[in-house]
């Protein structure tokens, strides 16, 4: 039995922004095992989640610098050039947020700083179009936690048995799917046009005669 979708959440970094901390490290050290290290053992994944969770720059960072004072210059970059880490918008994945626009119900659910998330927001337009954002610092609770989810949910009245649910995280996907709503794990723009197709949310899209003739040349 087909669902009734009427609600389509998007995740934000790493499948509508292109965020990685290696484009500014890639930078700053001399090759790529070195930024794996750092990454690895000093700003690691772990401590920018406790960020994302709504520790203070300031303070998270005088914590990494007292822990490691030789990287204390590298440390402090990763808040003063955060910027550094955004490629830009993934944009086949801005196209397809563009096309739902009129359609299902949008909205986010991101794990993001909040000054991070107020600085992409105003740079990139295509943030303003969701009818509802959740940011995991405001909340201080962080994916894949169900209740961050349940907030979007009672906050903005959403069945998730009608939504789908976008997310470059599989640990994400998977509350995601334990909540109830339909998870779609993220692997670039194609799949998930794909994927969105196959429920009815978007149109299949026709194959020209042009492009037919060349793959059979």
């Known amino acids: 039995m087909t669902r009734d979708l009427r609600t389509v959440i998007f995740d934000v970094g790493g499948v509508l922004l292109d965020w990685d901390p290696r484009y500014l490290y890639r930078r700053l050290l001399p090759d790529e095992a070195a930024v794996e290290r750092f990454l690895a053992e000093v700003c690691t994944p772990t401590w920018n989640a406790e960020v994302d969770r709504g520790w203070p720059w300031p303070a998270a960072v005088a914590e990494r610098c007292t822990a490691f004072p030789d990287h204390a210059e590298l440390i402090t970059a990763y808040d003063a050039r955060w910027s550094e880490m955004v490629a830009g918008p993934i944009e086949g994945t801005v196209a397809i947020l563009q096309e739902l626009r009129g359609g299902p119900g949008l909205y986010a659910l991101t794990n993001f700083s909040t000054p991070k998330f107020a600085q992409v927001r105003a740079e990139y337009p295509f943030l303003s179009w969701f009818a509802g954002i959740v940011v995991s610092a405001e909340e201080r609770l962080i994916k894949p936690d169900p209740r961050l989810y349940q ?56 194959t020209s005669i042009t492009g037919a003739a060349r793959n059979l040349a």
Do not use: C, K, W
């Open 151 to 206: 907030i979007l949910f009672d906050r903005h009245g959403l069945d998730p048995a009608a939504a789908v649910y976008i997310d470059d995280s599989v640990a994400n996907v998977t509350t995601a799917r334990e909540l109830g709503m339909t998870g779609l794990h993220f692997t670039g723009p194609d799949q998930l046009r794909g994927d969105l197709t196959q429920l009815g949310l978007l149109p299949a899209r026709a």
